[in-house]
C-alpha cells in the first residue's frame, strides 16, 4: 500500500500509476471499523484500484470536546487497510486540504437543515465541503458510503449531481454488531454499560410504535433522545448515552410488526 501525506504526490501518482483502470475511493476520519471495512470491500470487488483517505476533518465538529475525544488510531488503521489490500491510503493534514483556511465552503440549504442540524448545526457544511475537495482530488470512479449515515450519503449524492462531479456515489448497507448496533467509531467511547443498553436503540427505532412512543420508550431506557423522525420511507434517529451521540436509521419496511 502506497502512503500519500502529500496532494501533490498522489496527483503525480494517480495521473502515472493509477490511471489505466478505474478507481474506488473510501473516504474516512480513521478509527476504522468493520463498516468501513465492508466499503473498502466493495471498493476492491468494483475497481481496478482503491483509495482510502484517513483525514480527522475539523470543520465537521460543531463541537470541539467532540473532536477531542475522537478515536485515533492511525497505526492499526493502516494495518488493517494493508491487509484488506487497499492501493494507496491518502493521510493529508489540516494545511493539506484547507489550503483556503476554509473560506470556501458548500452549504446546502434544505435536507441539511433537518435532522441533525439542530443539534449539529455547520455540521454537513463540513462534510460536504471536505468530501468535495477529497473527490476532487482522488478522482476516482466510484466513492462508497454508509447508508448507516443515510442524511450524509442523500447530500453527498445530491452534491455530485448538483456540481455534476463524475464519481458515482455508491450508498453502502449499514454493518451491525451481532446484537443489532450499527458500528461506528464512536461506540468506543461507550462504557460497558452504556455498550449493553445502546442496542436497545436500533429496536425501538423498529418497533411498530408510533414516532412519540418510540421517544417515549427511549427515555425511559435511559437515552437523551435528539430526534426520532419519519422521512420519506426512512425512520431516522439520534440518542446520547452520556456524552456520545449516536445515529441511526431503517427502512420503514423493516418496522416488525
Ligand atoms: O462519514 C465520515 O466518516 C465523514 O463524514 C467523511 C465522509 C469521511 C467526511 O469527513
Known amino acids: 500500500m502506497e502512503i500519500f501525506t ?3 504526490n498522489w ?4 495521473d502515472s500509476g493509477y490511471n489505466d483502470g478505474s478507481i474506488g475511493f473510501v473516504p474516512t476520519m480513521g478509527s476504522l471499523h468493520r463498516g468501513h471495512l465492508s466499503l473498502v470491500r466493495y471498493s476492491l470487488k468494483e475497481n ?11 470543520t465537521q465538529f460543531n463541537n470541539p470536546d467532540d473532536l477531542k475525544h475522537y478515536p485515533r488510531e492511525i497505526e492499526r488503521d493502516q494495518i488493517l487497510l494493508e491487509k484488506a489490500g487497499v492501493d494507496a491510503l491518502l493521510l493529508p493534514d489540516y494545511g493539506q486540504i484547507y489550503n483556503d483556511d476554509y473560506r470556501y465552503q458548500v452549504i446546502e440549504t434544505e435536507f441539511s437543515k433537518k435532522l441533525c442540524y439542530a443539534s449539529r448545526p455547520g455540521h454537513f ?5 471536505v468530501v468535495l ?13 454508509g447508508e448507516k449515515d ?5 447530500l453527498i449524492k445530491d452534491m455530485a449531481r448538483a456540481f455534476f462531479l463524475p464519481t458515482v456515489i455508491v450508498p453502502c448497507p449499514t454493518i451491525r454488531e451481532s446484537d443489532g448496533l450499527a458500528a461506528s467509531s464512536r461506540n468506543l467511547n461507550l462504557t460497558a454499560v452504556e455498550r449493553k443498553l445502546a442496542p436497545k436503540f436500533v429496536r425501538r427505532l423498529r418497533s411498530e410504535q408510533a414516532v412519540q412512543n418510540v421517544i417515549a420508550g427511549l427515555e425511559t431506557d435511559g437515552f437523551r433522545v435528539d430526534y426520532v423522525e ?14 456520545v ?11 416488525t410488526k
Open 133 to 145: 475537495k477529497l473527490l476532487n482530488i482522488v478522482q476516482a470512479s466510484r466513492a462508497y458510503f
Open 230 to 243: 419519519d422521512i420519506g420511507d426512512r425512520r431516522f434517529g439520534a440518542v446520547y448515552l452520556g456524552p
Open 48 to 58: 481496478d484500484y482503491t483509495v482510502v483517505s484517513i483525514f480527522l476533518n475539523p
Open 125 to 129: 457544511d463540513g462534510v460536504l465541503t
Open 245 to 255: 451521540r449516536l445515529i441511526d436509521n431503517i427502512e420503514l419496511k423493516e418496522i
Open 6 to 8: 502529500d496532494i501533490i
Open 11 to 14: 496527483q503525480a501518482a494517480r
Open 150 to 154: 443515510y442524511q450524509q450519503f442523500q
